[in-house]
């Protein structure tokens, strides 16, 4: 299958804006890439084997925004809105080529290896061998089309976060699942149960693939949603890795499917916007309880008190 590449070059204040409209016109495995952040990647030789030069030399000061829309899709409409919003809004540079499917998987291999993220977590892409340490809980992961690697800051953040909060009695949300990465995480961390919610159908397919290949697919259920809009059951953790505006729209409604004394994990937030989140929990009945930042990105973590 071919695919459109959309490329918007933005900065990091711009992001929730374009990765809002790119949601909204339907994006099919959006990507983040920070080219400071490979930088910095560069200089941890036993995280990464490899950085490819064309990562570090974009030629662009700012942050890479990639979206993805399949052929099949009737992309002049897409792209008329897209452009419409980006350059009203000035929000960067657009720019396009067409991807096969094959080709970006391979892509992903280039620059994606195995890590620690956490205590004990180890996120291992499917290609790799890796031999674990006694105490290692290994996620193995392919991507495929799906945003969520685990090298992200924001999926890091979370997964610390669900190891504090996740035993064998908890029931965990995943709210915008991507490849599933966090749904699994909690499983493998003894989760009783797991749903992972997504409304981009390639997130939904790689999701059920990557829980059948860390043998937890009996563990969690994955669901074709738009955020917790199908749920009517409640969770004692909810975790939603998306972005500031998303989850601050959710939270007045989150209530209803969280158990009192539930926990909300809450990322994709950048360190500018973290305020208006904190704003929005204390006045919607949640207890902040921590608050960790990583290269300007901010996972805040709540409780429902009332």
């Known amino acids: 299958m071919n695919w459109l590449?959309?490329?918007?070059?933005?900065?990091?204040?711009?992001?929730?804006?374009?990765?809002?409209?790119?949601?909204?016109?339907?994006?099919?495995?959006?990507?983040?890439?920070?080219?400071?952040?490979?930088?910095?990647?560069?200089?941890?030789?036993?995280?990464?084997?490899?950085?490819?030069?064309?990562?570090?030399?974009?030629?662009?000061?700012?942050?890479?925004?990639?979206?993805?829309?399949?052929?099949?899709?009737?992309?002049?409409?897409?792209?008329d809105d897209i452009t419409e919003k980006i350059t009203k809004g000035g929000f960067g540079e657009i720019l396009t080529s067409k991807v096969d499917e094959s080709d970006w998987a391979e892509n992903w291999k280039i620059h994606y290896k195995t890590t620690k993220i956490g205590k004990n977590i180890v996120i291992k892409p499917s290609w790799e061998d890796y031999q674990p340490e006694s105490d290692d809980i290994v996620i193995e992961l392919d991507p495929g089309m799906a945003f969520g690697t685990g090298s992200h800051e924001t999926t890091v953040m979370c997964a610390k976060a669900l190891e504090k909060h996740?035993?064998?009695?908890?029931?965990?949300?995943?709210?915008?699942?991507?490849?599933?990465?966090?749904?699994?995480?909690?499983a493998k961390l003894g989760a009783g149960r797991v749903?992972?919610?997504?409304l981009d159908p390639m997130c939904v397919k790689v999701t059920k693939e990557n829980a059948i290949i860390n043998q937890v697919d009996e563990e969690i259920q994955v669901e074709q949603g738009n955020l917790l809009q199908m749920v009517e059951e409640k969770a004692d953790v909810i975790v939603a890795n998306i972005i500031a505006e998303v989850i601050v729209n959710i939270i007045p409604g989150l209530k209803n499917h969280l158990e009192k004394d539930g926990i909300f994990i809450a990322s994709g937030i950048i360190e500018s916007k973290s305020d208006i989140v904190n704003t929005a929990l204390e006045n919607n009945g949640y207890e902040v309880i921590h608050i960790e930042t990583m290269n300007g990105w901010t996972a805040i973590t709540s409780k429902l008190v009332i």
Not at 61 to 78: C, F, H, T, V
Not at 166 to 186: E, H, M, Q, R, W
Not at 195 to 198: G, K, N, R, S
């Open 195 to 198: 749903l992972a919610i997504d």
């Open 5 to 79: 590449e959309v490329i918007i070059k933005t900065t990091p204040e711009n992001e929730d804006a374009v990765s809002g409209i790119l949601y909204d016109n339907g994006a099919t495995g959006l990507t983040i890439e920070d080219p400071n952040d490979i930088v910095e990647l560069d200089k941890i030789k036993d995280a990464w084997d490899f950085i490819e030069p064309d990562l570090i030399n974009t030629g662009h000061d700012g942050i890479i925004i990639k979206a993805y829309y399949s052929e099949a899709e009737d992309l002049s409409q897409i792209m």
């Open 166 to 186: 996740v035993n064998p009695k908890t029931t965990v949300f995943d709210v915008g699942c991507g490849s599933g990465i966090l749904g699994i995480i909690a």
